[in-house]
């Protein structure tokens, strides 16, 4: 593993309030993303109301994500230059991930339609797809800013990429526990699809796009074109409602194929050729804690 490379300015260069701010930089990030999701969650059931304002507010928020994330970490961490959510590549690995998110929630959907999950195919509408579209699109960013661009990123410094990839992956598992139809094997199916796979996906690029466009691309997938329940929330606006039958290990039961074994498998295929591809460019870190143990 190579050595932590620093993502917060030295001390001697920041000011006297940003270095008591940078002290306590998990809080106070944490809080201030939280607060700008919690926001956009309220603001969210305005894209309800017809596909033209999905279309306006869900991209909108996203935005509004990205520039509060970046004015949060230059006030409290001192950085400038916020790597891991530069221009750089930024629509490239944005289709990219959404292409493999995409792809990656059609074969689940297709493999449980082999094995006799596919109950009955209902039709929606275009203004319901254009509608999760814009929803979707603020999900994604200000999740994947919470628990890769935060939490992630900083565990990582402190204890190395595999802990961080254990960890963040455990806890965005348990944010989804109390959701309904919720169950353990549904929570550590969602920690391992919506967490390794994704802090693979940045441990492989040092970049946010790639995950958000990932987690984007599965959830609109899901739940804009087949309809089907995303985390336990039965959803109304897709261009199809597709109901699922058969035992919970291939259909996710009431959780959504999200908690299905079909979607496990499939994840882990792009996780584990991410993982080995970052192992290959010298992408995973050991972190602050376990370099000073080396040094004692």
């Not at 509408?125 to 935060?150: D, H, K, Y």
């Amino acid at each position: 593993m190579e050595n932590t490379t620093q993502h917060t300015a030295s001390p001697a260069t920041l000011s006297l309030t940003q270095q008591r701010l940078r002290r306590f930089r998990v809080p106070v990030l944490i809080a201030g993303m939280a607060v700008v999701l919690v926001a956009a969650r309220a603001l969210d059931g305005l894209t309800g109301l017809n596909a033209f304002t999905g279309l306006l507010i869900g991209p909108a928020l996203a935005v509004a994500a990205v520039f509060a994330y970046k004015w949060l970490v230059r006030k409290v961490e001192g950085r400038e230059d916020v790597a891991e959510i530069t221009t750089t590549d930024r629509w490239k690995n944005l289709r990219r991930g959404a292409t493999v998110g995409g792809l990656a929630f059609t074969a689940t959907m297709l493999l449980i339609g082999m094995f006799g999950g596919w109950e009955h195919v209902g039709g929606g509408s275009i203004g319901g797809l254009l509608i999760t579209l814009g929803i979707m699109t603020s999900v994604a960013v200000n999740e994947e800013i919470l628990f890769r661009g935060i939490i992630f990123r900083i565990l990582e410094e402190r204890a190395g990429s595999v802990v961080a990839l254990v960890v963040s992956s455990i806890l965005f598992g348990l944010t989804h526990l109390f959701n309904p139809g919720a169950t353990v094997w549904g929570t550590l199916a969602i920690a391992i699809e919506g967490g390794t796979m994704v802090a693979a996906a940045y441990v492989l690029t040092r970049s946010l796009w790639l995950p958000i466009g990932i987690h984007f691309g599965w959830n609109f997938v899901q739940a804009g074109f087949f309809g089907t329940a995303t985390s336990g929330t039965e959803q109304t606006d897709s261009l199809f409602h597709f109901q699922l039958s058969g035992p919970s290990v291939l259909s996710g039961g009431g959780f959504g194929p999200e908690a299905s074994l079909v979607a496990l498998l499939v994840c882990a295929v792009p996780t584990v050729i991410m993982l080995r591809m970052a192992a290959r460019k010298g992408n995973f870190r050991s972190g602050t804690l376990r370099l000073r143990r080396k040094s004692a």
